[in-house]
């Protein structure tokens, strides 16, 4: 279905002094965080300390698609929002193209995910009230792109993911699979090094599924993307997949 690679100019990141193509995208070092604990978020109003990751080590390197295993509850997700700098962990390091997130302000840390993170949700996310080409070109407003450019990198984008004659239509007129193309489109926008991916199939049958994960090993061609899922066929898109049980990673393959 996807005729052309959705390639990415290289670039010299001036935030970090790296180039942003230097091998090791991602690594996270010893990374053990708690929900409930002092700096995370407690989701129920029980006073309750929930361990999710437990001194976990891992990397991604650009053009690797690493996917992340296991079941529900086992700390995939935090993996993700650490890479892309929503959370800070209470111990360890999350590099993002060799910048330690969790040594750096809270604001450089956003400017650092708005310009080098991608990232996709299970329920896509997209902003009802606006038309795939406005949403695809949100995160161009908040890196301060001209307007007209906006618009026609956006429209280059839906063009890329298939939805050329989509652009004006607004996400409830959109089937599923059409709008996790336009998430990705919007991950895209400000053309990061690194792509995380958490359950980009949950939501899809299995047609469409492979459809969005034709997209992403595109997309992962020439960055590092993160995978998070717990359904095999969408797994085996990864070059190398690490398992993880209550926190932890109990296996990192090639
Ligand atoms: P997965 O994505 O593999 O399902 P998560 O990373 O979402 O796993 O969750 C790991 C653990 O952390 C689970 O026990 C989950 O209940 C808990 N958890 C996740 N988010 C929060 C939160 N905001 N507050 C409290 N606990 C959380
Ligand atoms: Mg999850």
Excluded: W
């Excluded at 180039?19 to 407690?42: F, I, N």
């Excluded at 956003?110 to 949403?135: C, D, E, K, P, W």
């Excluded at 998430?183 to 459809?211: C, F, K, M, N, W």
């Amino acid at each position: 279905m996807i005729q052309r690679v959705l390639r990415r100019s290289p670039t010299t990141d001036s935030d970090t002094g790296t180039e942003s193509d230097s091998a090791v995208a991602v690594r996270l070092e010893g990374v053990t965080h708690s929900y409930g604990s002092a700096g995370g978020q407690l989701r129920t109003d029980r006073d309750r300390t929930v361990t999710a990751l437990r001194d976990v080590t891992l990397e991604c390197q650009a053009g690797d698609i690493v996917g992340l295993k296991g079941p529900s509850g086992s700390g995939k997700s935090t993996i993700l929002h650490a890479i892309a700098g929503l959370l800070v962990p209470a111990d360890g390091t999350v590099e993002l193209l060799g910048t330690d997130l969790t040594s750096v302000t809270d604001r450089d840390r956003t400017r650092l995910r708005r310009r080098h993170v991608g990232i996709v949700f299970q329920r896509f996310h997209l902003l009802s009230s606006l038309s795939a080409r406005a949403n695809v070109a949100l995160p161009l407003v908040q890196a301060g792109v001209p307007r007209s450019t906006r618009r026609d990198r956006a429209e280059t984008l839906l063009e890329e993911v298939g939805l050329e004659d989509r652009t004006d239509h607004l996400p409830g007129e959109l089937s599923g699979g059409e709008c996790q193309r336009v998430a990705i489109a919007r991950a895209l926008a400000t053309d990061p090094d690194v792509v995380v991916a958490d359950e980009p199939t949950g939501e899809l049958d299995t047609a469409t599924g492979s459809d969005v994960l034709e997209l992403l090993t595109d997309v992962g061609r020439e960055r590092a993307v993160v995978l998070a899922s717990h359904d095999d066929d969408t797994l085996a898109v990864a070059d190398r997949v690490i398992t993880l049980r209550d926190g932890a990673v109990i296996s990192d393959g090639v």
